[in-house]
């Protein structure tokens, strides 16, 4: 029976006798910390160049769209097609442009260098 004062669904949890049942203890586990190596962007001075070159084609873009009249063959025709390339084509090639590196040739010992020219 429940005692006064008591919830009813505190008798889950008591046994005769008042006496409290042991429940069994969560273990937390700490997850360990990974360390997080910090990698630079690989952009070379190539890359920048690529990507400077499309921030020029889209501000040209913008700058014929603005030509008056605004019918004019400048903002139809020009300002669209350099506003893409700018965007489209320029800017997503200079992100992902790399430049090549010699091809690795694995030598004697196991370990690879890279390949020398011989004459």
Known sequence: MVEPGVPPNAGLFIESGLKEKSMARVSSKVAAKKKVAFVPLPFTKRN?????????????????????????????????????????????????????SAPMQPSAEGMSQPQTKQS
Do not use: N
């Open 48 to 100: 920048y160049q690529i990507l400077g070159l499309g921030i020029v084609l889209i501000v040209a873009g913008y700058i014929a769209l603005s030509q008056q009249p605004w019918d004019g063959t400048m903002p139809l025709v020009v300002a669209p097609i350099l506003l893409v390339l700018g965007y489209c084509v320029v800017i997503p090639y200079g992100i992902l442009y790399r430049e090549k």
